[in-house]
């Protein structure tokens, strides 16, 4: 069940472009493709890999993001708009064994067009913490919530 690397953070805004083309712009990252979640998202990428993942957030965030991922706080400013950090791991059923023997509560979701099968769970801070295995791992585990299964 090793964890391989970190692989992106969230962070929820009120504005959704005015923080994309911050990052564009200052940091030098680019827009790149992101999947249908069924809520506002945009992904962006150093080279070929996303590592920061944008979302609305704040008060009014939609259904359907606080039925796939939750919503934890509604800052807008300040560290409390980092919604979760994302690691990408191998063996899924060692790490949902070992989870559950730490009584450590998860949830089970799938990005049917990304081919990420993904694991969800809290640290002691209640920091969001996303562990990503390829759907090549699920072997007939079953899924909770896939994004695609939202409403349009």
């Known amino acids: 069940m090793p ?12 504005d ?3 923080t994309r083309d911050w990052y564009v ?4 990252m680019r827009v790149g493709p992101s ?4 809520f506002p998202v945009c992904w962006l990428y150093i080279g070929e890999k996303d590592v920061l993942h944008l979302t609305e957030g704040g008060a009014n965030t939609s259904e359907n993001r606080k039925k796939y991922l939750g919503q934890q706080s509604e800052a807008t400013t ?8 994302a690691f990408r791991a191998t ?11 730490l009584g450590v509560p998860f949830t089970k979701r799938m990005v049917n067009d990304q081919g990420l099968f993904q694991l969800f769970l809290f ?9 990503n295995f390829a759907n090549s791992e699920v072997n007939g585990v079953r899924v909770e919530l896939m994004a695609s299964d939202l409403p349009a």
Not at 3 to 14: A, G, N, P, R
Not at 25 to 28: E, H, I, S
Not at 35 to 38: E, G, M, T, V
Not at 91 to 101: A, W
Request: hydrophobic share 40%; no cysteine.
């Open 3 to 14: 964890l391989s690397h970190l692989e992106h953070f969230l962070i929820q805004t009120e």
């Open 16 to 18: 959704l472009a005015k």
């Open 25 to 28: 712009n200052v940091l030098g």
């Open 35 to 38: 999947p249908d979640f069924k």
């Open 78 to 85: 300040g560290s409390g708009v980092v919604d979760h950090v």
């Open 91 to 101: 063996g899924l059923p060692e790490m949902m064994e070992h989870l559950t023997r």
């Open 123 to 131: 640290d002691p801070n209640e920091v969001k913490v996303e562990l």
